[in-house]
């Protein structure tokens, strides 16, 4: 059996982290496994065990110029594809979306019969991206993260399978934190921007500490995901408030500081969604507004219809709708536990296991 498989992603943390994960998987169970990036996704790319190959690829965003070399970068980089396909001859090709993704799906969409590839999609979000939404009709199965209708045509539909989001293995990662008992709290707050660190994320939560009475300010401790350029700056602004906190970058133990965190305020990608889930953490939801088909917003919703957090808008960013649930879920366990229990019945899937023995099935058909 041919047990060459590619794997198409990039841009974001959201979009390659999903595919190191699957990509590992593969490997570890025999798989000759190539993974295909863009520059900007490669600094995600750590821990993947296969090869990466690297692709020229470009958004269609700015001005005319802008769009122009663009164009370029993904003709370029469907070339490249087509010459890493013709070598390396994959059985199976899966893309998770983006962008970077777009020439390699061209590539195949072209090339698939003459090679006899089979092609699948992984779709992290709540509705299907504009990159994967132009080859539904190419793939064979359309792997999704959440149980819901998405708005496709009708005849698509027989091809999805919900399998959840794969998520790097935790094995290495430092457990027993216990930042309550080191820092004598009883409620840790963790204001959690992503793969990308956010800054007006940063700035919503300024307004909430400027809000929020001293007393209750004392009872809290804050975790808090700062880009390196700006932690001292903002460092030196909580030191004002004469809060306890620890801000960081990025988490490299994250699963154990989730399992601590008594509430969050996030932006709204993917990832971010199944940790809330997965961990049952009540939420304070704000999208990112420039995230591509307003995803972001769909996300957050899939958490706010079952009453697990809210959704403010950054914008116009509803302060007292803030506090108030925040006091709500400082002050009374009861909506705490509901919240965990009600998120208690939305299962995280092992994605890995179920991609690849629906991918197995369909090739040893």
Same mark, same amino acid.
């Given at each position: /059996?041919?047990?060459?498989?590619?794997?198409?992603?990039?841009?974001?943390?959201?979009?390659?982290?999903?595919?190191?994960?699957?990509?590992?998987?593969?490997?570890?169970?025999?798989?000759?496994?190539?993974?295909?990036?863009?520059? +900007?996704?490669?600094?995600?790319?750590?821990?993947?065990?296969?090869?990466?190959?690297?692709?020229? $690829?470009?958004?269609?965003?700015?001005?005319?110029?802008?769009? %122009?070399?663009?164009?370029?970068?993904?003709?370029?980089?469907?070339?490249?594809? %087509?010459?890493?396909?013709?070598?390396?001859?994959?059985?199976?090709?899966?893309?998770?979306?983006?962008?970077?993704?777009?020439?390699?799906?061209?590539?195949?969409?072209?090339?698939?019969?003459?090679?006899? %590839?089979?092609?699948?999609?992984? &779709?992290?979000?709540?509705?299907?991206?504009?990159?994967?939404?132009?080859?539904?009709?190419?793939?064979?199965?359309?792997?999704?993260?959440?149980?819901?209708?998405?708005?496709?045509?009708? +005849?698509?539909?027989?091809?999805?399978?919900?399998?959840?989001?794969?998520?790097?293995?935790?094995?290495?990662?430092?457990?027993?934190?216990?930042?309550?008992?080191?820092?004598?709290?009883?409620?840790?707050?963790?204001?959690?921007?992503?793969?990308?660190?956010?800054?007006?994320?940063?700035?919503?939560?300024?307004?909430?500490?400027?809000?929020?009475?001293?007393?209750?300010?004392?009872?809290?401790?804050?975790?808090?995901?700062?880009?390196?350029?700006?932690?001292?700056?903002?460092?030196?602004?909580?030191?004002?408030?004469?809060?306890?906190?620890?801000i960081s970058e990025y988490?490299?133990?994250?699963?154990?500081?989730?399992?601590?965190?008594?509430?969050?305020?996030?932006?709204?990608?993917?990832?971010?969604?199944?940790?809330?889930? &997965?961990?049952?953490?009540?939420?304070?939801?704000?999208?990112?507004?420039? $995230?591509?088909?307003?995803?972001?917003? &769909?996300? $957050?919703?899939?958490?706010?219809?079952?009453?697990?957090?809210? /959704?403010?808008?950054?914008?116009?960013?509803?302060?007292?709708?803030?506090?108030?649930?925040?006091?709500?879920?400082?002050?009374?366990?009861?909506?705490?536990?509901?919240?965990?229990?009600?998120?208690?019945?939305?299962? %995280?899937?092992? $994605?890995?296991?179920? /991609?690849?023995?629906?991918?197995?099935?369909?090739?040893?058909?």
């Open positions: /059996m041919n047990k060459k498989f590619l794997i198409f992603t990039g841009g974001t943390g959201g979009h390659v982290i999903p595919a190191v994960s699957f990509g590992n998987h593969l490997i570890n169970n025999g798989f000759n496994c190539i993974l295909l990036t863009d520059t +900007r996704g490669k600094k995600f790319t750590n821990g993947f065990l296969g090869k990466i190959k690297l692709i020229n $690829a470009s958004h269609l965003d700015g001005n005319i110029f802008f769009k %122009i070399l663009g164009l370029f970068k993904l003709l370029l980089g469907f070339f490249q594809c %087509i010459l890493i396909i013709f070598i390396f001859r994959p059985k199976n090709t899966l893309s998770f979306g983006s962008y970077a993704s777009v020439p390699a799906c061209f590539a195949v969409k072209i090339i698939k019969t003459l090679f006899n %590839i089979n092609f699948y999609i992984h &779709e992290q979000n709540s509705i299907i991206g504009k990159s994967n939404l132009f080859f539904l009709k190419t793939a064979s199965k359309i792997f999704v993260n959440f149980d819901q209708n998405y708005e496709i045509e009708d +005849r698509f539909h027989k091809k999805i399978s919900i399998v959840g989001l794969p998520s790097l293995n935790e094995s290495n990662l430092i457990k027993n934190l216990d930042f309550k008992k080191k820092y004598n709290k009883k409620f840790i707050f963790f204001i959690y921007g992503g793969s990308q660190g956010s800054i007006p994320l940063l700035k919503c939560f300024i307004k909430l500490i400027d809000n929020i009475n001293s007393r209750d300010l004392k009872k809290i401790f804050f975790v808090i995901q700062c880009p390196k350029q700006f932690s001292n700056e903002f460092s030196s602004r909580l030191k004002q408030y004469d809060i306890k906190f620890i988490f490299n133990n994250l699963p154990s500081l989730l399992t601590e965190v008594d509430l969050v305020l996030s932006r709204c990608g993917a990832g971010t969604i199944n940790d809330i889930i &997965e961990y049952k953490i009540p939420s304070i939801l704000i999208p990112l507004p420039e $995230a591509k088909d307003s995803h972001q917003f &769909e996300n $957050a919703k899939y958490l706010t219809k079952i009453n697990c957090g809210i /959704m403010v808008d950054q914008y116009n960013f509803e302060i007292s709708k803030s506090l108030n649930f925040i006091k709500l879920i400082l002050k009374d366990n009861s909506l705490r536990n509901q919240i965990k229990n009600r998120l208690s019945n939305h299962l %995280i899937l092992k $994605a890995n296991e179920i /991609m690849l023995k629906i991918i197995s099935n369909e090739i040893s058909k």
